[in-house]
């Protein structure tokens, strides 16, 4: 809403008066809490205040770029409904401060957060090695102005707007059968690991139990928020997500008490009860034949009750229309097996990373 109002109030005049004719598209969009509405007073102790960018075409941008940012350096106002519109990043020195309007060619931009050129048109390997977080960030936000048009050949059809209303158009969800696939991919690593919570607290290990119902609870979350066609995001604003999402009145309370059980039995029925919502929820999107959504009383003969995900992992296969995309190995997404910040942070090992497993297919 202060990006919003900043553009309305303070930006858009500015480039109207002393740059007409300009063709630009406004937003915020990218890093943030604000961007993905999880922003709180908390928020506003670094980074934080009057800010959001102004995209031009790339072929402007040696033009252009330079004389916009000096113009909002030099009449920008000094403070914007009680904030400073000029501030230095947290990290950096005081002398360093300089205002928060990023101007930046649109397609380089979004090159450079996602690693692609989605106006060039997304490919498995694109879809694939963005993680969700950064999906969320150029989807959420948003959009203030759109004056940017779609060059020709441009990928992604228009939507009622400029090219980053199209280009948010096209990144809002998955194609189909990479939805499917990444849908069975997340019931794969819950199926991997429902039995092992039981064997822990068999020997005496209730740590581990805890551990893993953990990452049980997790893998819960982030299946639920894609059965939503919701991005999850990254762990801080992970449960902030799911519990804005229709699936939470079922599923929270269980997850929640799984996680905060003191012993095995509390664990298994509250992880058991999550696993039902779950499948009753997988079979309300109906993206496949609808399954049984009971836990089963044992694993081979083991007393552990469980739901059997790999039920779900192979109807979720059978429905995936390519053979490409049917054939990949049940790794999925790059953040769906890289769990390291800094790796997934770099662009060429997650791109390198998925290339290596299509090319593996």
């Given at each position: 809403d202060l990006?919003?109002?900043?553009?309305?109030?303070?930006?858009?005049?500015?480039?109207?008066?002393?740059?007409?004719?300009?063709?630009?598209?406004?937003?915020?969009?990218?890093?943030?809490?604000?961007?993905?509405?999880?922003?709180?007073?908390?928020?506003?102790?670094?980074?934080?205040?009057?800010?959001?960018?102004?995209?031009?075409?790339?072929?402007?941008?040696?033009?252009?770029?330079?004389?916009?940012?000096?113009?909002?350096?030099?009449?920008?106002?000094?403070?914007?409904?009680?904030?400073?519109?000029?501030?230095?990043?947290?990290?950096?020195?005081?002398?360093?401060?300089?205002?928060?309007?990023?101007?930046?060619?649109?397609?380089?931009?979004?090159?450079?957060?996602?690693g692609f050129d989605p106006l060039a048109g997304i490919s498995l390997l694109d879809w694939l090695s963005v993680p969700t977080q950064a999906l969320a960030e150029v989807t959420g936000g948003a959009v203030f102005h759109d004056g940017l048009a779609l060059g020709a050949g441009a990928g992604p059809p228009a939507a009622g707007g400029g090219a980053l209303t199209a280009v948010r158009a096209a990144l809002a969800w998955y194609p189909r059968d990479v939805w499917l696939y990444i849908l069975a991919c997340q019931w794969q690593r819950i199926g991997q690991e429902e039995a092992f919570p039981g064997r822990c607290a068999e020997a005496g290990d209730e740590l581990g139990a805890a551990v893993i119902t953990a990452r049980l609870v997790r893998d819960l979350m982030r299946l639920g928020l894609l059965m939503q066609?919701?991005?999850?995001?990254?762990?801080?604003?992970?449960?902030?997500?799911?519990?804005?999402?229709?699936?939470?009145?079922?599923?929270?309370?269980?997850?929640?008490?799984?996680?905060?059980?003191?012993?095995?039995?509390?664990?298994?029925?509250?992880?058991?009860?999550?696993?039902e919502a779950t499948a009753r929820l997988h079979n309300a999107i109906a993206v496949t034949a609808p399954l049984d959504p009971a836990v089963r009383p044992t694993y081979y003969d083991r007393p552990y009750q469980v739901i059997a995900a790999d039920r779900f992992?192979?109807?979720?296969?059978?429905?995936?229309?390519?053979?490409?995309?049917r054939s990949l190995p049940l790794i999925g997404a790059i953040d769906q097996f890289v769990d390291s910040t800094d790796a997934i942070g770099v662009m060429a090992v997650r791109r390198s990373a998925i290339a290596a497993e299509l090319a593996g297919a």
């Open positions: 990006a919003r109002l900043f553009y309305t109030e303070v930006v858009g005049p500015l480039l109207e008066t002393a740059c007409p004719g300009l063709a630009y598209s406004a937003a915020l969009i990218g890093w943030g809490s604000e961007v993905l509405g999880f922003d709180s007073p908390r928020s506003t102790d670094h980074n934080w205040g009057p800010r959001l960018q102004v995209f031009l075409a790339d072929d402007a941008v040696n033009a252009d770029a330079g004389r916009v940012t000096e113009l909002l350096a030099g009449r920008l106002p000094a403070e914007f409904r009680g904030y400073p519109t000029v501030f230095a990043a947290s990290d950096a020195a005081a002398e360093s401060a300089a205002h928060w309007v990023t101007v930046a060619g649109l397609r380089s931009w979004l090159a450079g957060t996602l066609r919701r991005y999850p995001p990254y762990s801080k604003w992970l449960g902030s997500a799911f519990a804005r999402t229709p699936a939470a009145d079922a599923l929270a309370l269980p997850l929640a008490a799984a996680v905060a059980a003191a012993s095995w039995p509390d664990r298994e029925r509250n992880l058991a009860a999550a696993y992992v192979r109807a979720l296969r059978e429905q995936i229309a390519g053979d490409r995309v």
